[in-house]
């Protein structure tokens, strides 16, 4: 319990940083009047403003003014439509969520069998090649994986939509784009973690004690191997959240990452703020739920999580 | 060649590897040669790239900027196009060859400056928290903690976006991207290394810290960081390449090959060769540099697996 504590008032410090960083590159970006009224306005146009926003003020007043924005919720409005930031970004989550769901769907029921294979082939031909595969799809970068799959389903053999949204076949090659690289690591890890069970001194006992082979791998290893495997999840998450933002500009999927990649091109402070900070507070989130899993999975780490940090 | 005598190196990196040591001293030929092809290969391609990084200019039919306006999308020669342009030319008649090294040149540049920069920043700061403990090292692993919970995309897009693009301060963010994992490193090596007899001889033999963390325990953690630098030097080139992709890196008329794959996008029915030769490139450096990587992970530091 101590130990759920402590992870939670990490998470809670690391929130508290990004709002920080997001404060102090927004204050350090420049006069922020400078952007908003032109060059020639008069002193009494600037002033009006600097009271409305509250420049005026100290900047300790405005850090907390600041604060108290972001908690309820107001974050701004966008340039284009004057729409309040936060709306717009929250409209563009469940198609990022859609996405997202679909590859590390995809890349589980790719990895993990794959991984699992090489490691009960460890060093054969078999291992060899799915792991060359693995390396290959995460060095292979997201963007040019989609240039390819487009390139030869769109343009060549005329198969699936380039782009947009609508039908199921505008997520499939979103979907394996994004889930390739996933896939990839997932399998070396599985593989890896496997390894690490085989080598195991039960598993040697069951083999000695006469366990047939596949009742050893279903019953014996993989539920132990799968413990570190679920923290992969929990990292796979922040290059899922990486890969959708050159994904989904590729595909022209309206999500988040398109959004957000518009957004700092056209210089829409708002909203990029808006995604920084929610993407922020789902990543810590997400890690403090993993963590918390973790030790629930396995009843060891409750005891000695802490010690790796000693 | 293969008859020299390697001299005995005193294997600096790691002293109590007993790789060197042990294995009977051969000629650096011969030592190349037992290399696995795949590990042999990679090299020769990464040597290959450097050599293109270095002697760009010299090697560059065109220049980057170079416009043959009569010849747009042309085709590469292998596929009927103008003899001149091996790869073809884009859609302002430019040499995709030249703009190819020229891109090499500026993609290694700025990934090579930004490893360095992180590795330096990150180890920096990894011995100065194992070195001050109490509340600085605290803060310096909350840091750490913080930034490898965050998909540095996100970050590095934010930064770009609320201060304009230029090309120090997009060093300067990729830079930035990576350090933690040094830092993390460092700081475990050191308190290990300081348990260790040597280091507790030296220190009380009365060495300033600063000589003991030079001298005697920088060579001793220094093949985990050089293993670390392989690991993080691919995704210093895909960030690198990803942000120019989208346009938010290197600018045009400067060149990389994320911005080429990126231009390249637009005539992908018309002209395949813009976006495809930058992109095999890219996977073919990273794919290179993983490779060595896992194999120097499994030379030098046996532990790390």
Known sequence: ?310 | MAQEIAPPTPNQMDPGTPLAADAPQLGVAARIAKFPPLVLTSLTFIFLVLFVFVAAPLLAPYHYTTQDLLNRLKPPAFLGGPAQYIFGTDELGRDILSRLMYGIRFSMFVAILATIIGAVLGSFLGFVASHLRGWVEESIMTLVDVQASLPFMVIALAVLAFFSNSFILFIAVLGINGWENYARLTRGMVLQAMGHGYAVAVRSLGMTPLRLYARHILPNIASALIVQFTLNFPQTILLETSLSFLGLGIQPPLTSLGQMLGAGRAHLLLAWWIALFPGFTIVLITLSISIIGDWLRDRLDPTLR
């Open chain 1, 1 to 310: 319990m101590k130990l759920i504590a402590i992870k939670i008032f990490r998470a809670g410090i690391t929130i508290w940083l990004v709002v920080t960083i997001a404060f102090l590159i927004l204050r350090l970006s420049g006069d922020p009047l400078e952007s908003l009224v032109g060059d020639d306005a008069s002193q009494q146009v600037v002033e009006y403003y600097r009271q409305k926003y509250g420049f005026d003020r100290p900047l300790y007043h405005q850090y907390l003014s600041y604060f108290a924005n972001v908690l309820s919720g107001d974050l701004g409005v966008t340039l284009q439509e004057e729409r309040n930031a936060l709306e717009v970004v929250l409209e563009a989550i469940p198609r990022t969520l859609e996405l997202g769901f679909l590859s590390l769907a995809l890349s589980l029921i790719i990895g993990i069998p794959l991984g699992i294979v090489a490691a009960l082939h460890r060093n054969k031909l078999i291992d060899r090649f799915t792991m060359s595969f693995a390396v290959l799809g995460f060095s292979v970068p997201n963007f040019f994986l989609g240039i390819l799959l487009i390139l030869l389903f769109s343009l060549w053999l005329r198969l699936l939509p380039s782009s947009g949204t609508g039908t199921f076949y505008h997520l499939i090659m979103p979907a394996i784009t994004l889930g390739t690289s996933s896939a990839g690591s997932i399998a070396r890890f599985a593989r890896s973690s496997m390894l690490d069970v085989l080598n195991k001194s039960y598993m040697r006992t069951a083999a000695a004690k006469g366990v047939p082979r596949f009742r050893r791998f279903a019953w014996h290893a993989l539920p132990n191997a799968a413990i570190p495997i679920v923290t992969i999840i929990g990292f796979r998450l922040g290059d899922l959240v990486a890969g959708s933002i050159v994904t989904e500009t590729v595909f022209a999927w309206p999500g988040v990452g398109r959004l957000l990649v518009n957004a700092v091109q056209t210089r829409d402070l708002a909203v990029v703020q808006t995604i920084l900070l929610m993407v922020g507070a789902t990543m810590t989130l997400a890690n403090l739920m993993v963590d918390i899993a973790y030790g629930w999975i396995d009843p060891r780490i409750r005891t000695s999580a802490d010690a790796d940090r000693k």
